[in-house]
């Protein structure tokens, strides 16, 4: 947590396979990750669909290829805050956040290590089941996000330097 | 104030009118914290809508941590969606469409929001009920800081609440001001400041504020007059003397207005004691001019023409108002004119033993030296007229004076309180009701009928960018006819599966994805249509009751743009509906600007009998010009300096030179008075300086005041009684020959 702590900006690229239960196959798509201290991060999509979603601070922009962009306030959604706290506070390495609105347990090592978020908040917990935040040293490697409606969602995340 | 007015003209100005002084809509309180950080603001705001919901005092606390998607409301909504929306038409049930809103279900899983499109997606694949949520949220400008509502503009959170008492309940509404003042007292933190806006807290503060201000000020100036009186006539009696005849007067006012009228208003005894101030001159008239010891036949000799002329011409000066038709104003002029009346009576026939036996008589008469180096000051009589004819001529050179012609200006509400309410209704997106359209119908659904005729003219004119946005009850609850016909427009369960079935062939769902969406659509089919009864959340209740209300036997439907950029193209558009159309605002005002005028021309009517009881009374012309002169001089420049100061003429100004001329009459007819000796004179000018002394002691103590009502009231009387007693002096007593002058 401290080494995560110390990054003041990160960058990376994507990919995520969604598998979600009503469909027969999953959704897959690529693209850009930025991170910047406090509290920027950049989810820049780019297949198959270009978009572009900005949380900064509380406010999450979400852009789907040319329409306008929606602006989400995160405090009056507090399952979408839960959401975005979980990448969010791990990349910060503020345990605090995430205990707001996670269990939080941890196992592993510095080389390889593993973050299990259980939400605690009643919104969130009807919506997810846990999320697992896999990382190496003060970087991200992946996030998978088990929905209790039996969706599935893994982002591998590869660093740029 | 507003019920002191004639009602509107057309049946429509009159029935919004009235709603707006006594319909849900009086209850409304715009709320806005400032001055400290955000996130404290945002506290303090859910702190104190906890207090306020709690209070019990209000139908309805918001302050945007309530939103509709997540709350019970979502669920009634959610389960009446193919009823209650627009969407649900055969077009949307096609094979066709639902492959195209499958596509787009696809697409939205495919996206960061695929969490919020599931929520939905799939139980209502057509996109429904988001229609149905975006309506409700409408073209709200807040924005949201910590879950609560905030200025879109600077750092002010903002809450939304309506009072459970009617605008007539006044303990009701105490109650609720009382909830609030607590709220904040409990929430409050730092340097915050509370704001508060909207006609249940004005009511409330412009009540308080003027009766604090009238307390005060009655008691300052009883104080003061007192103090001048005893000051000048050396004997505690007087001050009995002076309180019987204006006491008995207004009783006697009161009395025959009740009888006359059946009831007595509120504002009539307000500036009916205002007009009958005059009466307070006459028992120092007549103990000002009495010398010590002297019988009181022999005082009443001295003045008695003088006084009876000066109360009788007072009397028929009132006669135009009395005679106006207005109820509030007959009402008005009947009291004035039997206070007038009586008072002067008991001070003619009743006091005169009462003085005699205190043997009540001024402490000294006044100097004959000093006298007449005063009365020396009438050389510049021409002066005089020449500043009579300059205002005379201004007031022509602008076109007469400016009446009155918003009705705000009759509103003991300050000014920067409609700015403030201006201000929180624009931050909170609440549409200001000045300029709307009107349906009625024999019940509610009549009503809706009639709205949804309205519905695609609306949208027209709102993608002409003729109005922002627009209320209107028809969007969130649609007539009964028209859920049915869309229940009738909802496949069978059968149907809809084989359709979708054949929709989702290439696309990846699994099968039996789209079962709740199947399932409730065929309930929606045989569901009960929602009615305005079956309504009972405060949140959506809230949102229809100024839209869609009753009076009387029949219901009425409201259509209020918010925004509106082109009231006569919005007004056309609705007329040519078949909706009637009310400038709210343009109304109110019209019938002030009506009543006024006709206010002012009874005002002048009264004033022509006066001067004619003045001409008949005094039958010498050089007598008749000079008192005449006096008060119209009075009278003109009043006009001419509250013009001077951008002060538009109203009914508060009527009733203040009323009285300027009652008592401008009393000091011009005594001046005017012939053949006196020296003494007399002096006795005259002091006793009629005392008058005037306490005319405007008292009411420019009203010049202080907050409510603007009392503060314009104060201004007239001050400039008036003061230049009718320089005028008085200068033009209708006699010019004194050189001779005496070097004496």
């Known amino acids: 947590m401290q080494m995560l702590a110390s990054v003041q900006e990160s960058n990376a690229t994507f990919t995520e396979v969604k598998v979600i239960a009503s469909l027969t196959r999953p959704l897959q798509d690529s693209g850009r990750l930025r991170y910047r201290r406090p509290s920027h991060l950049e989810k820049v999509t780019v297949e198959p669909l270009a978009e572009r979603l900005v949380v900064d601070g509380d406010r999450l922009t979400l852009a789907e290829g040319g329409a306008a962009p929606r602006v989400i306030d995160l405090n009056a959604e507090p399952m979408i805050r839960g959401l975005v706290d979980a990448i969010r506070g791990t990349l910060a390495g503020d345990l605090a956040t995430l205990q707001r609105s996670y269990r939080v347990s941890m196992e592993g090592d510095v080389a390889a290590w593993r973050l299990t978020l259980v939400p605690i908040d009643p919104s969130l917990a009807q919506l997810i089941v846990s999320t697992t935040i896999d990382g190496a040293g003060a970087s991200l490697r992946g996030v998978q996000t088990r929905q209790t409606n039996g969706d599935d969602i893994r982002m591998t995340i590869t660093p740029v330097s | ?743």
């Open chain 2, 1 to 743: 104030m507003t019920e002191f007015l004639p009602r509107g003209r057309s049946e429509a100005a009159r029935l919004m009118l009235e709603e707006l002084r006594t319909g849900s809509a009086t209850g409304l309180v715009m709320l806005g914290v400032e001055n400290a950080p955000p996130d404290v603001l945002a506290k303090i705001s859910r702190d104190m809508t906890d207090v306020l919901v709690r209070s019990g005092q209000f139908a309805f606390v918001n302050n945007g941590a309530r939103n509709l998607l997540n709350s019970p409301e979502q669920q009634m909504l959610f389960r009446y969606r193919y009823l209650l929306s627009s969407l649900t038409q055969p077009a949307a049930f096609t094979v066709e469409s639902l492959h195209d809103d499958m596509q787009r279900l696809l697409r939205g899983l495919q996206s960061s929001a695929a969490p919020l499109v599931q929520q939905f997606g799939f139980a209502d694949p057509i996109g429904a009920f988001l229609g149905i949520a975006r309506d409700w949220i409408g073209t709200s400008k807040v924005r949201s800081v910590d879950g609560v509502w905030f200025a879109s503009e600077r750092d002010r959170a903002l809450i939304l609440a309506r009072t459970q008492a009617g605008s007539l309940d006044i303990a009701g509404q105490e109650a609720a001001n009382a909830a609030i003042r607590q709220a904040f007292a409990t929430a409050r933190q730092g340097d915050a400041r509370l704001l508060a806006a909207g006609p249940a807290v004005f009511a409330l503060d412009a009540a308080n504020t003027m009766r604090a201000d009238v307390q005060l000020l009655s008691i300052a100036s009883v104080i003061l007059v007192a103090g001048l009186v005893l000051w000048r006539f050396r004997s505690p009696w007087v001050l009995g003397v002076i309180a019987i005849p204006v006491t008995l007067g207004a009783t006697a006012g009161a009395l025959v207005v009740q009888l006359a009228f059946g009831f007595v208003h509120a504002v009539t005894i307000g500036f009916g004691m205002t007009m009958l101030g005059v009466t307070v001159d006459y028992p120092v008239l007549l103990v000002g001019h009495r010398k010590r010891g002297e019988a009181a036949p022999i005082t009443i000799r001295r003045i008695g023409e003088a006084f009876t002329l000066a109360v009788i011409t007072a009397a028929l000066g009132l006669t135009g108002i009395l005679s106006s038709g207005f109820p509030g104003l007959s009402q008005l002029g009947c009291f004035a004119i039997i206070g007038i009346l009586v008072a002067a009576a008991v001070t003619r026939w009743l006091l005169p033993r009462l003085i005699v036996m205190a043997d009540l008589a001024p402490v000294e008469s006044g100097n004959p030296a000093t006298l007449l180096r005063i009365e020396r000051l009438r050389a510049w009589r021409a002066w005089c007229a020449g500043a009579c004819a300059l205002s005379g001529a201004g007031l022509l050179a602008m076109g007469g004076p400016h009446l009155e012609k918003n009705l705000t200006a009759l509103s003991p509400v300050p000014d920067s309180a409609f700015a403030l309410d201006a201000e929180l209704r624009g931050e909170l997106g609440a549409p200001d009701a000045v300029s709307i359209a009107l349906v009625q119908g024999g019940d509610v659904e009549a009503v809706l009928r009639k709205e949804e005729a309205l519905l695609p003219v609306l949208e027209r004119l709102a993608t002409e960018k003729v109005f922002g946005g627009v209320e209107i009850a028809a969007r969130y609850l649609p007539s009964v006819a028209t859920q049915r016909a869309r229940q009738a427009s909802l496949p069978p369960p059968d149907e809809l599966a084989a359709r979708i079935a054949v929709a989702e062939a290439e696309l990846p769902f699994r099968g039996g994805s789209f079962q709740t969406f199947v399932e409730d659509v065929a309930a929606s089919r045989t569901m009960a249509p929602l009615r305005l009864s079956d309504i009972t959340s405060p949140l959506i209740a809230v949102r229809l009751q100024p839209l869609l209300f009753q009076r009387g036997q029949d219901w009425y439907g409201v259509i209020a743009p918010s925004d509106l950029l082109a009231p006569e193209r919005f007004a056309a558009a609705m007329r040519d509906a078949g909706a009637t159309f009310v400038d709210v605002s343009a109304e109110a005002n019209e019938v002030v600007a009506a009543y006024t005028a006709t206010a002012w021309r009874w005002f002048g009517l009264g004033a022509l009998a006066a001067l004619i009881a003045v001409a008949v009374g005094l039958r010498d012309v050089t007598r008749v010009i000079s008192v005449v002169g006096a008060i119209t001089g009075a009278v003109v420049v009043t006009m001419g300096i509250l013009s001077a100061m951008g002060t538009r003429l109203s009914l508060l100004h009527i009733v203040s030179l009323q009285f300027v001329i009652g008592v401008g009459l009393d000091y011009a007819l005594f001046f005017a008075r012939r053949q006196l000796d020296e003494e007399e004179r002096a006795r005259t000018l002091r006793t009629l300086t005392t008058c005037n002394a306490m005319t405007v002691l008292t009411f420019s103590l009203l010049m202080l005041c907050r409510t603007p009502l009392l503060h314009d009231i104060g201004t007239t009387v001050v400039i008036g009684a003061l230049s009718a007693l320089v005028f008085s002096f200068m033009f209708a007593g006699e010019r004194q020959p050189a001779v005496a002058g070097s004496v």
